[in-house]
């Protein structure tokens, strides 16, 4: 995906880039690959292939939420930023917090954000489930890419989420596991209020948005099995 189709594609979401935008994604790519060569950051480095997998990948959260009408936002298993740093570039307004395991990952974070001169970014080496034991119920919306199973992943996600707040995975193929979600939904109080399915264009992989609410306060309960989260490289 060259420049021009990023941006057609993206103004199909109703995001239009301003200058200063299009420059730190720039930046950001540069930062990326200039890191990637001493940490093993992404497997995707080709310039076109970046601007889809990763950046487009990351706004197309636009199709289920209106982030114009939310203020923060939480990144789980953010990685080298994926979708939580292109977000806080496209939508500056947003206070954003990025959870990674990794230090590696995290200074590379931090890195971009200096060099981008980014705001409201907080990063932490973390992971969610301990996390939220002292920030439950803290954010507009929580998010992860292609992280955990999602029986797992709404375990560690939703206790982070307001009530009345959003959880928005995004995943590739879900159909296995969406096997139980009403069991899980009663568990966790919350609601799944759409489920958005569509191709990613050039090469037509499949990717699948969620988009839950929490309806009344979660108990911080982990089933011992869920040691940890994971990422899950979608295709």
Not at 1 to 15: D, G, P, T, V
Not at 111 to 129: S, Y
Request: with cysteine; aromatic share 8%; proline share 4%.
């Amino acid at each position: 995906m060259n420049l021009k189709e990023f941006i057609e594609e993206l103004e199909k979401l109703n995001i239009t880039l301003e200058e200063k935008q299009k420059e730190q994604l720039e930046q950001y790519y540069e930062l990326l690959i200039l890191w990637n060569q001493r940490i093993n950051l992404t497997g995707i480095t080709d310039k076109e292939e970046v601007y889809l997998k990763h950046f487009y990948d990351s706004l197309t959260i636009c199709k289920i939420i209106d982030l114009t009408e939310q203020e923060s936002l939480c990144d789980i298993g953010t990685g080298a930023g994926f979708p939580g740093l292109v977000l806080k570039i496209v939508f500056p307004h947003l206070k954003i917090t990025l959870l990674d395991s990794l230090h590696k990952r995290t200074n590379f974070l931090e890195e971009v954000k200096k060099q981008l001169n980014l705001k409201e970014v907080t990063i932490l080496c973390d992971r969610a489930e301990i996390y939220a034991k002292n920030h439950k119920n803290l954010f507009d919306v929580v998010t992860s890419r292609a992280v955990s199973k999602l029986p797992v992943l709404l375990e560690y996600s939703i206790p982070l989420v307001k009530i009345g707040g959003y959880f928005v995975p995004m995943k590739g193929n879900i159909e296995e596991e969406m096997k139980g979600i009403e069991k899980i939904e009663q568990k966790l109080k919350i609601k799944l209020l759409e489920t958005k399915s569509f191709l990613l264009p050039k090469e037509n992989s499949v990717r699948t948005l969620l988009k839950f609410q929490k309806k009344e306060d979660t108990p911080l309960k982990y089933p011992r099995e869920y040691k940890e989260i994971k990422k899950h490289p979608l295709s």
